[in-house]
């Protein structure tokens, strides 16, 4: 036995994106919701996202909406979260806008925009900070609350594991571990809960060059291998065919697929169009790739000459500043672009309502994998996804009949009760520090998604 200090809740959320927060926000009031982040709640990849957000426009847009989705997944999809999702769309727009978000409109009408592999415009936006709108107004309604709490700078190390169901996590504040003035431990922390959602995002921190914070490092998936937590797909990482070429070190600036929708194009070192902009994702960064290698260049060149002046200014204002920062105006000359990883298209494997394979344990965005992406995301598909899916996880939960279990009565935690890998407990001891046991996790995740690769590939 080990002292450890602890708190409860009926529900703890893990990661404060688009599908924690939605899933927070999708919880009866009269439930307690705890939601830890590793870092400051607004620092999450849905913050980032530039493009828009998909819907449904009209019955009419249904088959070629799902199509669309099929095709760029390369039919790995699964055809019912496809469906489910598509057919959610429109309820989650009405949400978003209740809750003030600020999609284009023009004489009162949503705008849609068109992007990459999508057959029609379908896809709402807000300038080119779409991701950050959306995440900012939910926030904004989760800190109106009054049942649901938002500790910062949080790290879940590990789950409360016993007879094959979650019963909550286990953190360390800012990393480390602490006692307070009066020789109490403060960190490490239990929270108990009687139900756990992990939305922690994906795998960008496990890469050098990626459009994604770095400290998404995929501790759910870490978590999950340790307590063998049914995973899929893992190897379906998707790299972004456009981020801003640098030598700098840190994460790297997408260039949104919407600028190719509205004309932008793709040119070689000498200045030629060379590919059709519009293809896939994972299609489209191959023909950069081989473009690349022809040219012994790092980077091609995004031209956006074909996009009036004041669209660049009124539609892509974020994008447009950004290239000015690094010495190019996008109205005048082409920007250096080179592909990165963007997304993760695998994760922990979940039923349509996000339950994983332990219970009383969901997983939501970009952490789960519910088959709707299949090998290759269509563009501005992630933010709706994440949402549908959030928001079926919080009514399984609403509906569900747990039993409560006292476990927010014990002052100590077993580790022969609950399931603690020696890692975990030398971490949890101060014997090592956070930072050994984060690499060590990297470590343990790539060889998985290594060695599921070469299982595919058999």
């Known amino acids: 036995m080990y002292q450890i200090a602890h708190t409860s809740a009926d529900v703890v959320i893990v990661g404060t994106g688009v599908a924690g927060l939605y899933a927070a926000l999708n919880i009866p009031s009269d439930q307690s919701v705890i939601m830890v982040t590793k870092k400051l709640a607004k620092e ?44 959610s769309s429109q309820d989650i727009i009405e949400d978003l806008v209740s809750y003030g978000v600020d999609f284009e409109r023009e004489n009162g009408a949503f705008v849609y925009t068109r992007e990459a592999a999508h057959s029609e415009a379908r896809i709402l936006f807000h300038k080119d900070i779409t991701g950050k709108e959306i995440t900012e107004k ?20 590990d789950i409360l594991e016993k007879n094959n169901a979650c019963h909550g996590i286990v953190v360390l504040k800012d990393k480390r571990v602490q006692i307070d003035e009066h020789g109490i431990l403060t960190s490490p922390m239990a929270i108990f809960a009687r139900h756990t959602i ?24 870490a978590i999950a291998i340790r307590h063998q937590i049914k995973l ?27 600028v190719r929708g509205e004309g932008a194009t793709l040119l070689n070192r000498q200045n030629e169009r ?51 920062e690094e010495g190019y105006d996008v109205t005048k000359e082409s920007i250096p672009v080179v592909p990165a990883q963007h997304y993760f298209m695998g994760g922990i494997e979940v039923t349509r309502q996000s339950k994983t394979s332990l219970e009383q344990l969901y997983a939501v965005g970009e952490t789960s994998c519910n088959g709707v992406h299949g090998a290759n995301r269509l563009a501005s598909n992630s933010l709706l996804e994440s949402m549908v899916f959030a928001k079926l996880a919080a009514h399984d939960i609403a509906d569900a009949t747990v039993e409560t279990h006292a476990l927010d009565s014990l002052q100590a935690l077993d580790q022969d009760e609950f399931r603690f890998s020696n890692e975990v407990i030398e971490v949890l001891y101060g014997d090592i520090g956070y930072e050994e046991f984060e690499e060590n996790n990297k470590k343990m995740i790539l060889d998985e998604i290594e060695r599921m690769g070469k299982e595919r590939e058999e």
């Open 274 to 324: 060379f590919v059709d902009e519009l293809l896939p994702r994972d299609q489209l960064t191959n023909k950069i790739v081989e473009q690349m290698q022809k040219d012994q260049m790092p980077y091609v060149w995004l031209n956006m000459s074909n996009i009036p002046q004041e669209d660049i200014t009124g539609h892509f204002p974020n994008i447009y500043a950004y290239c000015l």
């Open 232 to 258: 899929k797909d893992i190897d379906y990482i998707q790299i972004h065919p456009t981020t801003f070429y640098s030598t700098k070190p840190g994460r790297r600036f997408l260039i949104s697929e919407s």
């Open 44 to 87: 999450s990849d849905s913050y980032l996202a530039q493009g828009g957000i998909c819907v449904l426009k009209n019955q009419e847009d249904y088959e070629s909406y799902f199509e669309d989705t099929m095709k760029a997944g390369h039919y790995k999809n699964n055809p019912e979260s496809v469906k489910q999702m598509i057919l």
């Open 198 to 221: 992990l939305a922690s995002g994906g795998v960008g921190g496990l890469f050098r060059d990626s459009t994604n914070f770095d400290h998404l490092t995929a501790d759910a998936l």
């Open 138 to 157: 939910l926030l904004e309604r989760v800190r109106e609350k009054e049942n649901i709490r938002i500790f910062e700078n949080t790290v879940m190390v």
